[in-house]
């Protein structure tokens, strides 16, 4: 019912930035709360960040704290992660997701939709 396209990754040096979009399309009335996970490999898939129906409310995973920030715009269905001074711990593929509730959510069983990833690495 909905589609979740993430675009953007790439390879970054430690300290620059990187910008994901996700593009959403299909039946988008029934896309509340977004969010963006990540995951490194060989590791668990991780909470990184968390946007409201409306845009107006955000949280971030403590990792991620004063460097990642999300966006949305509900007329071009789209939402973005605007990564900055990156860390090569930030490497992993990332994550779109979608959820019919209207609360922040950080948990991903919580999502109903999800898109199929975009890699990123943070290396010199």
């Known amino acids: 019912q909905v589609q979740l396209v993430e675009s953007g990754g790439g390879l970054v040096q430690p300290g620059g930035s990187l910008r994901l979009s996700c593009a959403a399309s299909g039946r988008t009335v029934n896309m509340n709360t977004m969010g963006w996970f990540r995951q490194a490999p060989g590791q668990p898939r991780e909470f990184v960040g968390t946007?409201?129906?409306?845009?107006?409310?955000?949280d971030v995973a403590d990792t991620v704290k004063g460097r990642f920030t999300l966006t949305r715009d509900n007329v071009k269905n789209t939402i973005d992660l605007q990564m900055n001074n990156q860390k090569p711990d930030d490497t992993g593929v990332y994550y779109c997701?979608?959820?019919?509730?209207?609360?922040?959510?950080?948990?991903?069983?919580?999502?109903?939709?999800w898109g199929q990833g975009t890699r990123v690495d943070v290396s010199s």
């Open positions: 946007i409201s129906w409306d845009g107006a409310s955000t």
């Open positions: 997701a979608a959820s019919l509730y209207h609360r922040l959510l950080r948990q991903s069983a919580e999502y109903d939709y």
